[in-house]
């Protein structure tokens, strides 16, 4: 299989070498296996001929390649805020990579992406109508900047028609396992026992949701009240307490944060249950008594399905 590893100025160091490693380490064990397994062949390339990370590591980069790949990567980039991110979306070696990225896509060569390099290929127009994921913190502004991408920002890999993406920093891991499982299931999971990575399918369990990158103000208004009333919640005192209608709270909500009032309560409460969970001694029953849930079945049902965790696997027992 041959694939493209699209490297741009300022790129991830720890995003390009997590690709890099996983892959070559997935072709050495194929290669040394005794039914000579499928072989990754490697071609890292840049629109630019003078490439750096972000902390300034020469990357040695060809032209892009003649030959189509089969599938064209793009790590993160090394900036991780939203403002950062415009900013980066209007160089011109951005633009160009967006347009060869399209090109390419179009002539059927698959496009991965994980994290911030997320933001590079839907700025290429190749995730339009597709459903797609990115790192955590950046949901409200990807969703914002691109309307158009069918954004699940609690998956950590989501696949889409010739196109995959997944969420923040390390999934560059999971999605390269991704990747080598679609062309060998037993190299992916051998893979993965040599890098002691497990399959992860939610990101939920690592996010923070109140820290959710946005600017509305009336969300900020609903979002802080909420936080201090997770016990006691309903939605016409929220709305209140944001200076909204409920219609117009919903509205809001709905937009900024691409779920209902009520959905994103139940994950303020998931968030707030993890961390109890994971610093303290409280039973589930008293820690679904504090998030606003009648008894610790329920909570318990709900961490398992947002998460894919048991009880211990949170605790970390």
């Not at 980069?61 to 950062?84: E, F, T, Y």
């Not at 920002?153 to 679609?182: F, N, Q």
């Not at 900020?220 to 309903?234: C, G, I, K, V, Y």
Request: net charge positive; hydrophobic share 45%.
């Amino acid at each position: 299989m041959h694939i493209g590893i699209l490297v741009l100025d300022g790129v991830f160091d720890l995003g390009l070498s997590s690709v890099l490693d996983t892959f070559a380490l997935a072709d050495g064990l194929s290669a040394s296996s005794m039914d000579n397994g499928p072989r990754f062949r490697l071609e890292v390339f840049g629109v630019r001929s003078d490439v750096r990370t972000q902390h300034g590591l020469v990357v040695p980069v060809g032209p892009p390649p003649n030959a189509k790949p089969d599938i064209v990567v793009v790590p993160a980039m090394g900036c991780n805020q939203p403002s950062a991110l415009a900013a980066l979306l209007q160089r011109a070696d951005i633009r160009q990579a967006s347009e060869r990225l399209l090109t390419w896509h179009r002539a059927g060569v698959d496009v991965a992406a994980a994290c911030t390099g997320t933001y590079v290929v839907a700025h290429s127009g190749v995730l339009d109508g597709a459903p797609a994921t990115t790192s955590w913190w950046l949901s409200a502004d990807f969703r914002s900047r691109f309307p158009r991408v069918l954004l699940d920002e609690s998956k950590m890999v989501v696949p889409g028609p010739g196109v995959v993406t997944a969420g923040a920093a390390l999934a560059h891991v999971d999605l390269s396992l991704w990747l080598i499982r679609r062309v060998s299931p037993d190299l992916a999971s051998t893979t993965a026992r040599y890098l002691l990575c497990d399959k992860r399918t939610s990101q939920a369990a690592y996010a923070i949701v109140d820290q959710i990158a946005h600017n509305d103000p009336a969300v900020e208004r609903f979002e802080r009240w909420s936080r201090e009333h997770l016990a006691t919640f309903n939605i016409a005192d929220a709305a209140q307490a944001a200076g909204l209608s409920e219609r117009t709270l919903h509205r809001h909500v709905r937009h900024v944060l691409g779920r209902s009032p009520l959905a994103y309560i139940q994950d303020l409460r998931i968030s707030r249950a993890i961390h109890r969970l994971q610093t303290s001694d409280a039973t589930i029953d008293r820690i679904a008594e504090e998030v606003g849930y009648k008894d610790g079945t329920t909570l318990r049902n709900l961490l398992r399905r947002k998460t894919g965790r048991g009880m211990r696997e949170l605790r970390g027992g």
